[in-house]
């Protein structure tokens, strides 16, 4: 079975610029969630989606948002990028929302701001 | 919300030794508690979970312990293996937003030869 994937792996942009990250979530699994890791505040929740509704949200500013499609796949977006956007941006991916299911991380895309 | 603290921040340990990495967490409504482990240039890995109605789980060299009075659960790898080295995540979702997990901040294992 495969994995969750995200695409792109890399990326490099400059402040003001807008960036969508995507994930492809394990065949089968409905819910998409979505995490920021830094060095500094480590890994913090941004947003779950379930049947293309946002679900749960982070403390995260309105720059930041995402959707997910009819077929489970899941986009997120930041829009005016900072310097401090620079971050390693995973998707996770489990059955459903709302009960406990064990959520599966993607290798995640690594996004710069310069 | 919740909080979630994990210590120590880095250990080092001889191959054959035990590892034990603690977290604590601050919402009693927490019901789910999850393992991750993470390798360089990968995503965390769920590695072992724990829900709040039971008090210990075991898988191989693995183990965790969960003691709900005191907020606090803790990760036991026995016989490390230098695969083992890597950094682990401790985790907690709140009752109803289970995918919603606050992460501890990470402890680094290294296992030596």
């Known amino acids: 079975k495969a994995g969750v994937t995200q695409t792109p792996r890399y990326l490099i942009k400059t402040r003001g610029q807008q960036v969508t990250l995507s994930c492809s979530p394990i065949?089968?699994?409905?819910?998409v969630s979505w995490y920021q890791q830094t060095p500094g505040q480590g890994l913090q929740f941004l947003f779950e989606?379930?049947?293309?509704?946002?679900?749960n949200k982070g403390n995260f500013p309105g720059r930041f948002s995402g959707r997910q499609f009819s077929n489970s796949r899941s986009e997120m977006n930041v829009s005016t990028l900072e310097l401090g956007d620079s971050a390693l941006y995973l998707c996770?991916?489990?059955?459903?929302?709302?009960?406990?299911?064990?959520?599966?991380f993607g290798p995640g895309t690594r996004l710069t701001v310069l | 919300g919740e909080n979630v603290e994990q210590h120590p921040s880095t250990l080092s340990v001889q191959e054959g030794d035990s590892a034990v990495i603690k977290c604590t967490y601050s919402?009693?409504?927490?019901?789910?508690f999850p393992w991750y482990k993470q390798e360089l240039g990968k995503g965390p890995q769920l590695i072992i979970d724990i829900r709040s109605n039971v008090g210990e789980k075991k898988d191989q060299r693995i183990a965790v312990t969960l003691n709900k009075t005191a907020k606090h659960f803790s990760l036991h790898i026995t016989e490390t293996q230098p695969e083992d080295s890597a950094v682990y995540f401790c985790?907690?979702?709140?009752?109803?937003?289970?995918?919603?997990?606050?992460f501890g901040t990470g402890t680094r294992l290294q296992v030596t030869l």
């Open positions: 985790a907690a979702s709140i009752r109803g937003t289970a995918s919603k997990l606050t």
């Open positions: 065949s089968g699994h409905r819910s």
């Open positions: 989606y379930f049947s293309e509704t946002q679900r």
């Open positions: 919402d009693s409504a927490s019901n789910y």
């Open positions: 996770a991916s489990s059955l459903s929302s709302g009960g406990i299911n064990e959520q599966f």
